[in-house]
């Protein structure tokens, strides 16, 4: 081995073990704390010195085989539970102990298991462990990490993050532990409106949990992506300084984990230490991480003193439960002075109920709290509050804006007098009404207007006024003759005068989209010489009307024009049912009863296409047919007359019904039809008493003998026009004599808002309530029964019965 290869060998080896002692002492100072305090607190019970109280905590480490620091962290933790670390005193420093009785000398204390959380006696010595390793953190991340090394890992924690509340309310991370870097660098910024366990935190000053990734799925669902904190549950805990909230942290277990009481106040007492350790890590970085209070900042404060408006800084005060009740003057510029004459130092420290009541008797104050609840930006208009202070009411016509500030709200204010405010008001309706003011004072060259009529004119802004010749070339030129003998109106005298007129610019005739103003005036007479004295007026934008009239003026005529077309059509609809109703039927066929119904829509241009026909054939059958077309109106009448008479002519041919079904379903795919159909065919042969028939679609027949009532079972068939290779199947139904049988479309059964089936029932206890043999009064009866005719559709109803 070469010279050099050995002094690299020794320089490493050097190295090594220097960082090896820098490492054991860094250690050896996280519990030296420890272990001083808990000597300090021997020399107290045993009145001994501080050599011979170490001697005692080294015989107690020998006699129980455990650490010394553990042994140390133990005796403080039964006189200073985690629970004086939770109260409201100020946590920089681990609190002082209790007159509690010592251990036995040489007594173990049972170790804490290694696979679970401490039991509730081990929380304070783990407290006091944990102070003292996160004082010689030396930055955010190495707080972090000694957080969970010392006071989470037993409570399984596997990560932990810690961000700090930014001046808007959003969330800056500064340290983390067991996050990958990917995801520390992806949620480095949190705004202050996103719905997170940590905003969620910083926001209601309460701790948050989530015990799976199911709930915080329902909890969050407009999160997308991994969240911050791998694991199963996820806590997120408010950091505060004292009584001042300054961020929050974030913690994630693998599995699923509930913390008892115990393990809770211990969770609390370590936030406050924690966020009294990050205070003193960050401002000792301060320029990497900034003030974490700009408000105490000289240069802040500065700035806001260089404002000329009024500027408060508050605080919020919180319930337990995190609830804003309250807000707290924190700060207040050189620039405040409020409307009872108060300073700043008059306010700063004071509460908000108890400077301004009024306020909150009038819901301001509520506004304040919901910025400092919700994080959203509050501006006001200009109102009047009223103040009683020292007995003496105070009034003041302002405009306050609040904005989220850390936690809390910065609040400024504008007072105006009471002429501003009505100017503003005036103003503002102007600007709403397109309504611009003016006048003219007898022997003025000007016109005085007010901003909005230079506006509405499309003038420039300029000096105040406005020269007869300059609004003149602003009117359209048809219309200046009409604006100026309504002028020679009102300098003659003749009060009040309007005038209307559109601004010159493209567009004429019917299409002209040019704006229409409408000038209303009277005059100021000279009640001395009955002369004028002044002239004063209105304009005021009246397009939107004159548009709104042509448009109704338009649909008025298309309505008129779309009511006679309809009329015409429903004639013409009514003309050809009765045309097609009417049509010869052939030879009556003894002991055959037919009974027939057709209701049209009680609506008027609600027209369908609702048919029926009984046709006695050459061969005695009786063709009996009843059908639908969808749709109504002229459309659905031709359907239903294209489709009634083909079904005539195949019926003269002697084809079964399946096989006329299947043909006309052939024709109206072939045609490519607009509509499609539901029909019920049947041939009736008198001399066998037989029913042959079939369907496409349509609703089944009843039939009726000796009170039975029942629908007939549907055969296979598919509505007309739907699909070219539908296939059609037949029935036969014997007739003996008395069975009647009810054939319908769907207008006798169907009503808005009720299903099929209970209209069917309907029709079936209709029909078995008959007890006449009348066929005419049976049909009758059911109409009456079903409510018909059907509002919104045609009613068809045919009845056979065989004698």
Known sequence: MSDDSVDRAVLQATVDRLRAEVDGLRAAMRTRGVIEQAKGLLTQRLSCTPDQAFEELVRRSRDSNRK????????????????AAGTEAEPESPPGPEPVPPPATGAARPQPPSDGPPPAEGFAARYHLAASALASADGPDDLARLLHQYALSPLGAAAVVLALLEPDGALRLVGSHGVPAHQVSQWQRIPPRTAVPLTEAARLGTTVWVHSREEFAVRYPDLTGEDLIPGRTVCAVPLRSGQRLIGAMKLGWPEDFRPDAAATRYLSALARLTAAQLVRVVSADAEGFGPLEPATEPWFRAVLDALLDPVLILAAVREPTGKVVDLRVEHANAATVDMADRTGEDIVGHRVTELYPGMVASGTFQQLLDVAATGTPYEGQIEQFIEVVGGRVHASCMKLNATPFLDGVLVSWRTHDEQERRETQLAQAQRLA???????????????????????????????????????????????????????????????????????????????????????????????????????????????????????????????????????????????QHALMDVPRGPHEPGLEVAVRYLPAEREGKVGGDWYDVLTL??????????????????????????????????????????????????????????????????????????????????????????????????????????????????????????????????????????????????????????????????DHVLRRLGAPNPQDDTCLVGLRLH
């Open 434 to 576: 397109r309504l611009g003011t003016w006048s003219w004072q007898a022997g003025a060259g000007r016109i005085a207007c007010s901003p909005e009529l230079r506006r509405l004119l499309r003038l420039p802004e300029g000096s105040e006024g406005l020269e007869p010749g300059i609004v003149l070339a602003a009117i359209a030129p048809e219309d200046r003759d009409e604006v100026r003998a309504a002028a020679a109106r009102v300098l003659a005298g003749q009060s009040p005068a309007t005038a209307e007129f559109r601004l010159a610019g493209l567009g004429s005739g019917a299409g002209d989209t040019r704006r229409s103003l409408r000038a209303m005036a009277e005059t100021v007479p000279d009640t001395a010489s009955g002369g004028v004295v002044a002239v004063r007026g209105v304009v005021q934008d009246v397009t939107a009307w004159r548009r709104t009239e042509q448009a109704l003026t338009s649909t008025r005529s298309q309505l008129a024009e779309q009511r006679r077309k309809t009329a015409i059509e429903h004639r013409a609809v009514q003309a050809l």
């Open 68 to 83: 010394v620091v553990e042994l140390a962290a133990e005796l403080l933790g039964v006189a200073a539970p985690p629970e």
């Open 618 to 779: 050459p061969n005695g059958a009786v063709l009996v047919v009843v059908g639908d077309v969808s749709g109504h109106g002229l459309r659905a009448a031709a359907g239903m007359a294209q489709l009634r008479h083909a079904l005539r002519g195949m019926a003269y041919t002697g084809l079964p019904p399946q096989e006329m079904l299947r043909r006309l379903n052939g024709m109206l795919c072939h045609e490519r039809s607009e509509y499609i159909a539901t029909v019920v065919c049947g041939l009736l042969d008198p001399a066998v008493r037989t029913l042959t028939w079939a369907r496409a679609g349509h609703l089944p027949p009843v039939v009726a003998l000796d009170g039975s009532v029942r629908l007939l079972g549907l055969p296979d068939g598919l509505v007309l026009g739907a699909a070219p290779a539908a296939r059609y199947q037949s029935a036969e139904l014997p007739l003996p004599p008395g069975r009647t049988v009810l054939l319908y479309t769907d207008g006798l059964v169907e009503r808005r808002g009720d299903d099929l089936g209970s209209g069917l029932d309907r029709l079936l206890r209709a029909v078995e309530e008959y007890r006449a043999a009348e066929l005419e009064g049976c049909l």
